[in-house]
């Protein structure tokens, strides 16, 4: 017992001394500057409606070009974490998601705009995510190498259960009928299927457009079915979005926010953390989960959806713990986690540094560099964005028949600009068309971008499960981790079901 | 309205200022405007270093930059279509690679453009061969084991690919054909989940590029069996070529290289190559991609040409035996 | 999950007044029986394959069945318990929104952002009732400023600036 304790003692302090070590790196004027100038800008784009964190990052890469390689992944970094603030303060306040990630902060987020409560909702998302941030980083320089394993046991079947679980987490978390939010995610999954088949190469539903056959990029649809259809309705009545302009209440969080938020930001850290370390954009799922938890957990759950403050604090912090867990697979075994991490790869190779399993023992600056840069990069944010509130909502003061234009146009240049693709523009153009006419039928569009996130990762897995298994679906149960998480959907369906299936059942024989 | 009216008026009007200051140039005194390099991929991967890498130095002889835009989907033939119907003066250039002139003219039969005759190779740059990697746990330490083990156990072992198409996918399905073993595949949007389902043993076989697997090979947690090149890499001396490891005639490499609409003045094309084999020649570039795991080339027009004829015709028969219908 | 159907299904009176105008619920379900059905007709060529070797029809047909099956579940559902009715549908917001990216879609290679710009903050404009021309006018010239100073030149990026031809690139080397 009392050796355990001072082996853990030990290794406290080795801890320690890593992190100091890489506090000393990153600390330096030079690099605090970088980090902060990357924050500032990639917040500043992240912000513009229509361009997502992997748009921005792509902008503002040649930035860090010349710069020393731990200078430039710092930079680089900060203008991640930038980006995905930026990202959340667009969905908040003009419900334009920008990737995934920030599709569930739009919900409550926006509302909470609405309600002319803009600030809070901004300032939760910027305290939950320096919560989030501060406690993944420790955990990261204490558990990364323990955790890649976490990584490496996830084999496809494993994934596709959880991807299942995430079906099933978005259709149980919106505010509509089950059965429409269903055909959502079918509807998504189907987009998603939309280019070269990944085995066979054969074109699906491209209706002849080259430009279909990769696929339809996640921030058209977003744009298009989300944040422009969403511009489109609001048009039509006037009344809905004066609330927006009315009045704007307090700028930062009041006590009683925080307190109602604290636990959430709390769980969101633990199931965002957690689900950022498996490979593959298992990232999205967090902010997905954590609503669905709050909402379970809420004594009102018909809250959420109105602007719960839970709905904004649980899944921000969920997105930025998992923002800091993905970074574990790139820097434990040299692979990254998701296209963000790929372009943060590509600027390590540029930069002479070899990405791989042994980037702990050849460049250990870096490595505890970067990751104390993480956690200076959060407090960055926390920094810059607190006083930027108040510039932010005086946004929202801006006459929507000026905005909407302006909307109009960062979305095209957005869309334009990931591929150089004038035919995305169109795209984003139809989708909103499209979304107009499905909200118009009371479909939510956000089940359908969650079906569509879902759907592209699901087809991979389910196929390769099939292929290493030669096409048995026994691996779905044979595998541990998949069965346990099978198991685990099939408890969660019967808990959320069945209380509904009672009380439909009462409110039958009532009447 | 009259207002509404007006306003596109003074629309019009500036666009009409703005379409007079375009200008015209000549061949003679190439270039005297900046250049566009499309690139068939997205920006910050691997091929979008090499072409900045590589046109640094030539944007410095020219004393005009190269501007890159990325025009990722579709097999590189997006990418293509842009250069192919683009002025030829030596303004547009393609960054080619193995996907839009190895692949495209074999697995796309209904494009816009002539994936061959609508260009004119500049110069090729660089290639770079794979590693045949196995996950440790097989017990396999040479490539003829793998082809042994793979007799004995027909359909048993797994591949991984990355991307439908990719020069490691088809080095894969080359090697199938070559050495006459049957290997499953399974099929990858991307490298680093195969590289992860490789590390743990879920698929067993993988052809990837050197740079990206050295790392994992050097820990200890790949083998790699060979190299598919002809000369065993600098970067790795000790892994054996394949045809060392004694599988005979089976070469695999990705490659890249600069093309130019088909029409380009001969003189341009001479003045672009000159340029690029200076740059690449350049000890600073060349020691530079050796050290990310590139052969550093340089040919001339015509060579980039006879090469891409022979690349066209190696992969055609691996193409339809690896079952990819042909499409749009 | 409150329902809203009870309220309408309590006024069987006003419902059956206005039959004439379908309910939400019947013409979502026709809605998704259309785009199912599109979809398999669309994916109709393309081999489903089997369990051991899943072919690239398997998960688009699959999925349309699916959303065919939920087409003809809502249906009945509406049928069992009839939703609101059918809201109006206001086509102008929608319909400049998506005039103004198709304008950028169209002038952005030709004419770049000097041109795109402008033609698609004044097509948004119409998508709005309530719209102050002089505003617009002012508007498209300040953010036809702002973009080509930000996009084209600080982050230089590879979206043309105005009409080709125009020297963009050489005050983007100028920046650098």
């Known amino acids: 017992m009392a050796g355990g304790s001072i082996c853990g003692f030990l290794e406290m302090i080795e801890l320690l001394n890593h992190l100091v070590f890489g506090l000393a790196v990153a600390v330096s004027p030079t690099n605090v500057l970088l980090c902060l100038a990357g924050c500032f800008l990639g917040t500043l784009i992240g912000v513009l409606p229509g361009i997502g964190s992997i748009a921005t990052i792509s902008m503002l890469l040649p930035l860090t070009y010349g710069l020393d390689p731990v200078g430039a992944l710092i930079m680089l970094a900060g203008i991640y974490y930038g ?44 305290i939950g995510s320096f919560i989030a941030g501060t406690i993944s980083t420790v955990f990261i320089a204490a558990l990364a190498i323990p955790l890649t394993r976490v990584a490496l046991e996830f084999g496809p079947a494993d994934y596709f259960s959880l991807l299942l679980m995430g079906v099933l987490a978005s259709a149980l978390l919106s505010r509509g009928a089950v059965s429409k939010s269903v055909a959502m995610i079918l509807l998504g999954m189907l987009l998603a299927t939309v280019g070269m088949d990944l085995e066979t190469a054969a074109p699906r539903l491209t209706l002849g457009y080259p430009q279909l056959m990769e696929q339809i990029p996640f921030a058209v649809l977003a744009m298009g079915a989300f944040g422009l259809a969403e511009l489109g309705r609001s048009l039509e009545t006037p009344e809905n979005r004066d609330v927006i302009s009315r009045q704007i209440g307090g700028l930062l969080p009041s006590l009683s926010d925080l307190k109602q938020s604290a636990a959430p930001i709390l769980r969101g850290t633990a199931i965002g953390g957690f689900l950022g370390v498996l490979p593959g954009n298992g990232a999205l799922l967090g902010p997905v989960a954590s609503y669905g938890v709050e909402k379970h957990l809420a004594k009102e759950p018909q809250r959420f959806g109105k602007g719960a403050i839970e709905g904004v604090a649980g899944p921000e912090s969920a997105n930025n713990a998992a923002a800091q867990t993905s970074f574990i697979p790139l820097l434990t075994l040299g692979v990254p986690a998701n296209a963000v991490m790929a372009l943060m790869l590509g600027a390590m190779t540029m930069n002479g540094i070899v990405a791989g399993p042994q980037v702990i023992e050849r460049s250990p600056e870096f490595f505890w560099g970067m990751i104390a840069s993480m956690w200076i990069g959060n407090l960055m944010l926390l920094v810059i964005n607190l006083p930027m509130i108040g510039i932010w909502v005086k946004l929202l003061k801006v006459p929507f028949r000026i905005l909407m234009p302006s909307i109009v146009v960062f979305c095209a240049i ?60 026994a691996i779905f149960i044979e595998q541990p981790i998949s069965a346990g998480l099978l198991a685990l959907t099939l408890v969660l369906l019967s808990v959320l079901l069945l209380p509904r299936v009672r009380r439909k059942r009462d409110e039958v024989i009532v009447e | 309205m009259r207002s509404a009216f007006r306003h596109i008026l003074l629309t019009a009007g500036a666009v009409a200022v703005a379409a007079t200051a375009a200008f015209a140039q000549s061949a003679d005194t190439y270039p005297n405007a900046p250049i566009k390099l499309v690139l068939p991929l997205g920006a910050g991967g691997a091929t979008d270093n090499l072409a900045r890498v590589s046109s640094g130095p030539v944007e410095t002889k020219f004393g005009q930059p190269i501007v890159i835009e990325n025009r990722p989907g579709a097999g590189g033939s997006l990418a293509s279509a842009v250069v192919a119907q683009s002025e030829p003066n030596g303004q547009t250039l393609l960054f080619a690679n193995f996907a839009t002139h190895a692949v495209t003219p074999t697995l796309f039969t209904n494009l816009s453009y002539d994936p061959v005759k609508d260009f004119k190779p500049v110069t090729l740059i660089a290639s770079q061969p794979h590693f045949v990697l196995v996950n440790p746990d097989l017990g396999i330490n040479t490539l003829a084991e793998l082809i042994d083990y793979a007799k004995k156990n027909p359909g048993k072992l797994n591949f991984a690919s990355a991307g439908v198409g990719s020069p490691l996918h088809l080095a894969a399905e080359y090697f199938k054909i070559k050495a006459g073993v049957d290997l499953v595949h399974v099929p990858y949007k991307s490298s680093a989940p195969a590289l992860l389902d490789l590390i743990a043993g879920r698929v067993q076989v993988f052809f990837d590029n050197v740079s990206t697997a050295l790392p994992h090979v050097q820990a200890g947690k790949l083998k790699a069996l060979a190299i598919t090149s002809s000369k065993r890499s600098p970067l790795a001396p000790e892994i054996p070529t394949v045809a060392e490891a004694g599988l005979q005639d089976f070469e695999t490499y990705g490659w890249w290289g600069v093309a130019a609409p088909a029409k380009t003045p001969p003189a341009v094309i001479a003045k672009l190559n000159a340029a690029y084999v200076e740059a690449l020649k350049s000890p600073e570039v ?40 042909p499409t749009n | 999950m409150p329902n809203k159907d009870t309220s309408s299904v309590s006024d069987v009176g006003e419902t059956e007044a206005k039959s004439w105008v379908p309910t939400q619920d019947f013409v979502a379900g026709i809605a998704l029986l259309a785009l199912g059905g599109f979809a398999l007709y669309q994916s109709a060529g393309l081999p489903t394959g089997s369990l051991s070797a899943v072919g690239p029809g398997l998960l688009p047909r699959g999925l349309a069945f699916g959303i065919v099956f939920m087409g003809v579940l809502i249906i ?88 080709s031809g125009w020297p963009v690139a050489a005050f983007a080397a100028f920046w650098k």
């Open chain 1, 83 to 126: 980006a995905q603030y930026g990202g959340s303060t667009a969905s908040i306040l003009v419900n334009v998601p920008g990737e995934a990630t920030s599709i569930i902060t739009a919900i409550d987020g926006h509302q909470m705009a609405r309600q002319g409560r803009a600030g809070v909702a901004l300032g939760i998302s910027a």
């Open chain 2, 286 to 325: 060349s020691s530079k991609l050796a050290s990310q795991g590139y052969d550093v080339i340089a040919s001339t027009p015509e060579e980039f040409e006879a090469y891409i004829g022979k690349e066209i015709t190696k992969w055609a028969p691996v193409i339809k035996a690896a079952n990819l219908s």
């Open chain 1, 414 to 473: 957005g869309a334009y600009s990931m591929r150089n693709e004038p035919f995305d523009v169109a795209l984003a153009g139809f989708f909103a068309v499209g979304g107009y006419l499905l909200i118009k039928l009371g479909f939510e569009p956000t089940p359908l971008l969650l079906g569509f996130v879902i759907g592209d990762m699901m087809e991979e897995k389910l196929r390769q499960a099939l292929i290493m298994s030669r096409g048995s679906l």
């Open chain 3, 76 to 163: 009945l559902l509406d049928f069992t318990r009839p939703g609101e009715r059918l809201g109006i549908v206001h086509l102008r917001p929608p319909v400049f929104i998506f005039a103004a990216l198709m304008a950028f879609a169209l002038t952005i290679k030709p004419l770049g952002l000097l041109g795109a710009v402008p033609i698609a903050v004044g097509l948004a404009g119409f998508a709005s009732t309530e719209t102050q021309w002089r505003e617009i006018v002012v508007l498209a010239a300040a953010l036809t400023v702002a973009c080509i100073v930000v996009f084209g030149y600080l982050l230089t990026l590879s979206i043309p600036v105005g009409p």
